[in-house]
């Protein structure tokens, strides 16, 4: 089940918000809990024990290091906990990784190959780790007061809303939340609205781009008008597709009476990878600054090893996306941008690079990355960087031109203009009643139902991480 179909929208959410709204207060975590696991049931069921079974030894392992008055058994249960959280998501996402390379290895060295079965991912895999790492981490440190119950800690690991592509969650950030939270009208309409923008953003936008994106990565040896083409109609299907997601978890949030942390920032405007990092996946870059680049070290042990430091953390945030070799060349891209933006002086307000160039070169190194990113091999996104340059040929073949549809085009120009232009007052002074809020919303929702109707079932991109 996802979000951006009419069981969601028309059947699910009603039936819990329904059932929320009619639970006592003491009750409404094992509300969220419930539906929680009956979202992430629905995919596959046996996959719910799996996320019990990591949240309730995360929470012993979190007991322990709050109870214990010897140092070395808290340390030490934090250690455990964390490797075994680890070890979890090292064998469901990276195992078949590991064991694909050494069977390159040893059947090169002319060696028997090793006879490893598939691992099926399960979903959210990787943001339920993080979230259950943080977790330990704080109360270990005593960052934030424990639970008061198992059943909130249940209910904020295996939240609906953002288990599956986020925003990341810290228990910290939602601590005082499940002790009380606002319940009230005006949050659940602003929600709501909130869902509907992201839910636009998905199946108006995103799922527009998809057909073309999809049709140029496939392509042998895409020309210079068609891999530009393919890079840009991906670049903006990625970030309406997982901004429209978070929009959506946000609103969801809201209308529960939480507030989930901001994700984005329309990081297409930045004028550096650096500022790309504050305003792309925002809870993301925090968790990795605050659990990995900060122990490392950060920028305390002089110059060299900040820069290591920062190569490093973008290295593992790559790889945290995908076992694959182009997202851990694609990590290596961005570590290594920002490390020489470091160098060259790069300051949080001000850019290294000249004024008239700094958003549009950036934004091309952005794209430049998203080609691997996006890629399934590195021989294929080399392929596409042939043709970004030009190495294939400038124009449109007759295999592509044909499959090109006017309105992809038009939605690609649509997404550039939402992500460049820029905002001004009177933008929010034609929504400033309530009734022209409510109509334009409702408007859209229409809109994106009747679309929903017409479409294929277009999974979030970033499900499979």
Same mark, same amino acid.
């Given at each position: 089940m996802?979000?951006?179909t009419?069981?969601?929208v028309?059947?699910?959410?009603?039936?819990?918000?329904?059932l929320?709204?009619?639970?006592p207060?003491?009750?409404?975590?094992?509300?969220?809990c419930g539906?929680?696991?009956?979202?992430?049931?629905?995919?596959?069921?046996e996959?719910?024990?799996?996320i019990?079974?990591?949240s309730?030894?995360t929470?012993?392992?979190?007991?322990?290091?709050l109870?214990?008055?010897?140092?070395?058994?808290r340390?030490?249960?934090?250690?455990?906990?964390v490797?075994?959280d680890?070890?979890?998501?090292?064998y469901f996402k990276y195992a078949?990784?590991?064991?694909?390379n050494i069977d390159?290895?040893?059947?090169f060295?002319?060696?028997?190959g090793?006879d490893f079965y598939?691992?099926?991912?399960?979903i959210?895999?990787s943001f339920?780790t993080f979230?259950?790492?943080?977790?330990?981490?704080?109360?270990?440190r005593?960052?934030?007061?424990p639970p008061? #119950? +198992? *059943?909130?800690? =249940?209910a904020f690991?295996?939240?609906?809303?953002?288990?599956? &592509?986020?925003?990341?969650?810290?228990?910290k950030?939602?601590?005082e939340?499940?002790?009380t939270?606002v319940h009230?009208l005006?949050k659940?309409t602003r929600g709501?609205? #909130? +869902? *509907?923008?992201g =839910?636009?953003?998905k199946?108006?936008?995103?799922?527009?781009l &998809?057909?073309m994106a999809?049709?140029?990565?496939?392509?042998?040896n895409?020309?210079f008008?068609?891999s530009w083409?393919g890079a840009l109609?991906?670049?903006?299907?990625?970030f +309406?597709?997982f901004?429209?997601y978070?929009?959506?978890a946000?609103?969801?949030?809201?209308?529960?009476?939480?507030?989930?942390?901001?994700n984005f920032?329309?990081p297409y405007?930045?004028?550096?990878?650096?500022?790309?990092?504050r305003?792309?996946?925002i809870t993301l870059s925090?968790?990795?600054r605050?659990?990995l680049?900060?122990p490392?070290g950060g920028?305390?042990?002089?110059q060299?090893?900040t820069l290591?430091n920062?190569?490093l953390t973008?290295?593992l945030?790559?790889?945290?996306?995908g076992a694959?070799?182009?997202?851990?060349?694609?990590?290596?891209?961005?570590g290594?941008?920002m490390?020489l933006?470091?160098?060259?002086g790069?300051?949080?307000?001000?850019?290294?690079?000249?004024e008239?160039i700094?958003?549009?070169?950036?934004?091309?190194?952005?794209v430049?990355?998203?080609v691997?990113f996006r890629?399934?091999?590195?021989?294929?996104?080399?392929?596409?960087y042939?043709g970004m340059?030009?190495?294939?040929?400038f124009?449109?073949?007759d295999?592509?031109?044909?499959?090109?549809r006017t309105?992809e085009?038009?939605i690609?120009?649509?997404?550039?203009a939402l992500?460049?232009?820029?905002?001004?007052?009177?933008d929010?002074?034609?929504?400033?009643?309530?009734?022209t809020?409510?109509?334009a919303?409702?408007a859209l929702?229409?809109?994106?139902?009747?679309?929903?109707?017409?479409?294929t079932?277009?999974?979030?991109?970033?499900?499979?991480?």
């Open positions: 996802v979000f951006s009419h069981l969601f028309f059947l699910f959410l009603p039936a819990f918000l329904a929320y709204y009619a639970s207060s003491r009750l409404k975590s094992y509300v969220i539906a929680s696991y009956a979202f992430y049931g629905w995919w596959r069921v996959y719910v024990l799996l019990f079974g990591v309730a030894l929470y012993l392992a979190a007991q322990i290091t109870r214990s008055t010897s140092e070395k058994v340390k030490r249960a934090l250690v455990m906990g490797v075994f680890l070890l979890v998501l090292g078949v990784f590991f064991a694909n390159g290895i040893l059947t060295a002319g060696q028997d090793l598939d691992v099926l991912l399960p959210g895999i339920h979230q259950s790492i943080s977790f330990l981490i704080d109360m270990y005593k960052d934030a007061p008061d #119950r +198992f *059943i909130d800690f =249940l690991s295996a939240m609906f809303p953002q288990l599956i &592509a986020g925003p990341v969650l810290r228990y950030d939602l601590a939340q499940f002790k939270r009230s005006e659940f709501m609205y #909130r +869902f *509907i923008i =839910l636009a953003m199946v108006l936008i995103a799922d527009s &998809a057909p999809d049709l140029i990565f496939a392509s042998q895409p020309t008008v068609e083409l109609a991906y670049t903006f299907q990625l +309406f597709d901004a429209g978070s929009a959506m946000i609103g969801l949030g809201l209308m529960i009476g939480f507030n989930f942390p901001e920032n329309r405007i930045s004028r550096s990878i650096t500022e790309f990092w305003r792309w996946h925090s968790w990795l605050d659990y680049y900060i490392l920028n305390r042990l002089g060299s090893k290591r920062i190569v973008m290295v945030g790559g790889f945290w996306h694959n070799w182009t997202f851990i060349i694609w990590g290596f891209w961005h290594g941008l490390a933006e470091r160098v060259m790069s300051k949080q307000s001000k850019s290294v690079w000249p008239r700094a958003l549009p070169f950036t934004f091309f190194l952005v430049l990355g998203w691997i890629s399934p091999t590195v021989a294929q996104s080399l392929q596409m042939q340059f030009g190495l294939n040929g124009g449109v073949s295999a592509i031109a044909w499959q090109l309105s085009i038009a690609l120009a649509l997404a550039s992500c460049f232009l820029p905002r001004t007052a009177s929010k002074a034609i929504f400033n009643t309530p009734a809020r409510t109509a919303h409702t929702l229409a809109l994106v139902t009747v679309k929903m109707s017409a479409s079932y277009s999974p979030f991109l970033y499900f499979q991480f």
